[in-house]
């Protein structure tokens, strides 16, 4: 079946798993930031991480 939506990952990448998904009206307050393979992951709970965008859809602010 498919989700409209976004994975949120156990980790950050696409290598972790798939432990919930976010709508596209959802946003999320994170708390760390990484990049990996050009690409930008934010944490956003304990063991939660998203796409910090995807799609053209930004699912988390980040601020320094």
Do not use: M, Q
């Amino acid at each position: 079946a498919a989700v409209n939506g976004l994975r949120v990952r156990g980790g950050p990448g696409t290598t972790f798993p798939v432990v919930d998904f976010l709508r596209p009206n959802d946003r999320e307050e994170a708390s760390e930031l990484v990049e990996i393979e050009g690409n930008e992951w934010v944490k956003i709970g304990t063991a939660r991480w998203i796409a910090k965008e995807f799609n053209g859809i930004v699912y988390a602010e980040w601020t320094t």
